[in-house]
């Protein structure tokens, strides 16, 4: 044989030892408590055990080893360093947690955005392993929960991060450490579900906008989701005519790619691996069906990738300026931060431009246009004048030609969403020729 059992290696042992560790978890028999410095002999990884020896205090005169799971020692070598690895550790070496919630996760950071490494099943048994700091996660209500970060492992070795609001901390002197069957990982494990709890959910119509290319920076900051609410058992959607909470006991399949939501009428349907459909009854009984989508990128990615795009458009038209003077509308004079400023646009009061203003503001480049309308214009923005708060905007379609710009007033039926659809029957068009900044 190539390796030798644990029964065969014992027999080998005399005093020899590789090291100390500290046990992370409470033994019944012998009764060892977690935070013990135990004399460590063999490391079987084919056993995947340690052998170490029992205190005298437990022992007596007797000399005999144990074997314990390899997750359940922390090995640190010399005996000093093991003395003081448990003088850190003794805060928690009597602290565990039971879970208050099927499937609430361990993290592989402290970050409710963090990679799901394990999900808990209600009632399951975990050691706490330290307090650490992160980021909390948000409540329904998008205030930060109460509670803490802990280190934790489970049973079977598995560690990572857990927050404490859906945990019941207790000590081991206060309540013993009871692993019931009925919490131990016996069930076979759903990828889909695990898929889904990983992603972020978002409206089918953010989706829309990125493969039109035609980002409405607005609508994304909102973040409108789908939120299963693993940290706190309560599901969310948000949308901008809905948003409804559903308090569960727990998600459980409900035919192949399906789940129920425990406690409530949610249901949610994985029809592929990005899109996933919601569907619950409103007031009247009446059954309601949402689609969500797992974007390609971040939300903030995109949206640092629209802002990018739109200061691009926006020094194409500065570029070809910044002063642009016409003989009945006036100067315009771009600065390069965005703003602008425009003076003698007296014929243009009050029809264009509010007589409250002094001609000082803002360009916004948040506006499309139509494929009909790419063949006469580059693009269109709205002017935003700073300095008054009502009718205080402007919506154009612009041209660059010849060293000159052209600008068409949007009526705002002309607008859906952020697109411009169509011109007005009657168009005010104003052309302004470039000039030499004064």
């Known amino acids: 044989m190539v390796f030798f059992t644990l029964a065969v290696a014992l027999s080998f042992l005399s005093c020899s030892r590789m090291g100390y560790g500290v046990l992370l978890w409470s033994i019944d028999d012998p009764p060892i408590d977690s935070g013990t410095v135990l004399p460590v002999y063999i490391r079987s990884n084919i056993e995947k055990k340690w052998v170490v020896g029992v205190p005298e205090s437990i022992r007596g005169n007797r000399d005999y080893k144990l074997e314990i799971p390899l997750a359940q020692m922390e090995f640190i070598g010399s005996k000093g360093k093991a003395v003081k690895w448990a003088e850190d550790f003794a805060e928690h070496a009597l602290m565990y947690a039971e879970t208050l919630l099927d499937g609430l996760p361990i993290r592989e950071a402290t970050d409710n955005n963090a990679k799901r490494v394990y999900r808990l099943r209600l009632g399951e048994i975990i050691k706490i392993i330290d307090l650490v700091k992160g980021n909390p996660p948000i409540s329904t209500t998008g205030d930060p929960l109460p509670g803490d970060w802990y280190k934790v492992m489970t049973i079977d070795g598995v560690t990572g991060y857990c927050f404490s609001y859906r945990l019941r901390i207790f000590n081991q002197n206060e309540e013993p450490v009871n692993i019931s069957p009925n919490t131990q990982r016996n069930t076979i494990a759903d990828p889909n579900l695990e898929m889904i709890l990983s992603k972020k959910w978002s409206p089918e119509s953010y989706l829309d906008m990125i493969n039109s290319k035609r980002i409405d920076i607005q609508h994304l900051e909102k973040k409108y989701l789908f939120d299963p609410g693993q940290e706190v058992g309560t599901a969310r959607i948000v949308l901008p005519d809905l948003e409804r909470k559903f308090t569960y006991e727990r998600i459980s399949p409900d035919g192949d790619r399906q789940w129920i939501f425990e406690g409530t009428n949610l249901q949610m349907i994985l029809r592929q691996n990005n899109t996933l459909t919601v569907q619950f009854h409103e007031g009247g009984g009446a059954r309601r069906t949402l689609t969500f989508v797992s974007l390609p990128n971040e939300i903030e990615d995109i949206i640092i990738q629209e802002k990018a795009r739109r200061d691009h458009q926006y020094m194409t038209i500065y570029n070809n300026g910044p002063v642009f003077t016409s003989n009945n509308y006036g ?48 693009g269109a923005f709205t002017f935003q004048f700073t300095d008054i708060r009502i009718n205080n905007t402007i919506c154009f379609l612009y041209g660059l030609e010849n060293q000159s710009l052209r600008l068409e007033v949007i009526p705002d039926f002309g607008i859906d969403s952020n697109v411009v659809m169509r011109r007005s029957p009657s168009p005010t068009v104003l052309y302004f020729y470039r000039d030499s900044p004064q």
């Open 331 to 378: 100067t315009i004079t771009l600065l390069q931060s965005g703003g602008f400023t425009w003076k003698g646009y007296d014929l243009l009061v009050p029809q264009v431009i509010p007589s409250e203003t002094n001609g000082t503001g803002r360009i916004n480049m948040d506006l499309y246009i139509t494929g009909s309308l790419e063949e006469r214009y580059n």
